[in-house]
């Protein structure tokens, strides 16, 4: 059997500090939840509003396709899967 990967950034989940995803945002009727790294959930909230999370990216390929998802994807990739730091909210997003 083999183990359950991360949607976002590919590395296995493991059962430290993992999250639950809703690709279309509860506050727009989404129900459909995904297992992913906590730091690949908050990195997703810490980028995109919830009103751009149900236009534009509510697939997985789309969050990937996004530059700064791809930037933080290629420097996680580096960390053990059962890493954990908070994000910082990003600065394009405070302007919208």
Request: aromatic share 10%.
């Amino acid at each position: 059997m083999s183990e359950a990967l991360c949607p976002l950034c590919g590395r296995p989940l493991g059962t430290r500090n993992v999250d639950r995803h809703h690709l279309i945002p509860k506050t727009y009727k989404g129900r459909e939840q995904f297992d992913i790294h906590k730091i690949c959930h908050q990195k997703i909230h810490s980028t995109f509003t919830e009103h751009e999370l149900f236009k534009s990216f509510h697939t997985w390929e789309a969050l990937q396709q996004h530059e700064d998802i791809r930037a933080f994807i290629d420097w996680i990739a580096k960390k053990d899967p059962a890493y954990f730091s908070r994000n910082v909210r990003s600065n394009n997003k405070k302007k919208r």
